[in-house]
């Protein structure tokens, strides 16, 4: 059974830095695309970075330069490092094995940016 577990959200201040985590277990992690996704409130879910097993990730325009993503496949861990946060990431960040809106995420971790 795939299992995707998401920690270190929050509350942090326009501006601030965040990194959140995930631990997967139940698959070949280091054989599998992983993403984080995103669900502001009211909003639909959005892609905004993709870690393949090889070579380089991608991001969403809205992140790109800000988020940077990390697999560590020794430990079945996917990290997103996030700077520069803005009112406008408020979210909850799901962990994902594989993309699109199909794919198996975890149960999700709120991060608030907020003065």
């Known amino acids: 059974e795939v299992r995707l577990v998401e920690f270190g959200g929050g509350l942090v201040q326009p501006g601030g830095s965040l990194r959140l985590s995930c631990v997967g277990s139940?698959?070949?992690?280091?054989?599998?695309?992983m993403s984080w996704l995103r669900q502001a409130p009211g909003k639909g879910l959005e892609e905004v970075a993709v870690?393949?097993?090889?070579?380089?990730?991608t991001y969403s325009d809205s992140v790109k330069g800000r988020f940077t993503v990390f697999r560590h496949n020794l430990n079945n861990t996917l990290s997103l490092q996030m700077k520069n946060l803005q009112p406008e990431d408020t979210a909850v960040y799901y962990c994902?094995?594989?993309?699109?809106?199909?794919?198996?995420r975890g149960q999700g971790t709120q991060v608030t940016v907020s003065s």
């Open positions: 994902a094995k594989g993309i699109g809106p199909f794919a198996s």
């Open positions: 139940g698959f070949t992690f280091s054989a599998n695309t």
């Open positions: 870690a393949y097993s090889m070579g380089n990730p």
